[in-house]
């Protein structure tokens, strides 16, 4: 089975899914933020479980990247995307500065194809930097 998207007539699978979570790398790792903004639902809702904060909104999002400090990179290494246009997960190798780790994320979509949900899962628990308060919530 395969979704309509919006009731343009486009149909969202697999491929789509795939190429929505590689612009979206694309966008951030270029930090165009309009480009990245683009990818996401209005109301996505981002959570990091090792440092327990979860950000709700496209505007609070994208402000959460913009302001995020230092040199940061993505690789991506794998995308696993469902048939039905609605799921992918994905690994990459995440660099700030020269060091590499590894990185899980969860990418849940909308009827329209747009990013509605983002879990990123990290090596190792941590606290998060200070400086982000304003933009998450913690639990």
């Keep these: 089975m395969t979704e309509t998207a ?40 981002y959570e990091l479980p090792q440092s ?16 995020y400090p230092g040199e940061r990179h993505a690789r991506i290494e794998r995308i696993v995307a469902d048939g039905e246009g609605r799921q992918a997960a994905v690994r990459t190798l995440a660099a700030v500065g020269p060091d590499e780790r590894p990185a899980i994320h969860f990418f849940a979509f909308d009827a329209d194809g747009m990013i509605a949900g983002v879990t990123d899962f990290r090596p190792e628990p941590y606290e998060p930097p200070a400086g982000r308060e304003h933009l998450v919530e913690r639990y």
């Design 52 to 67: 327990r904060e979860r950000i709700r909104g496209k505007e609070r999002y994208v402000r959460f990247n913009r302001e």
């Design 6 to 45: 919006g009731g343009t007539g486009e149909t969202w699978g697999a491929a789509e899914v795939r190429a929505a979570v590689e612009a979206y790398w694309a966008a951030a790792d270029a930090r165009d933020w309009s480009t990245f903004a683009a990818t996401l639902a209005d109301d996505i809702v």
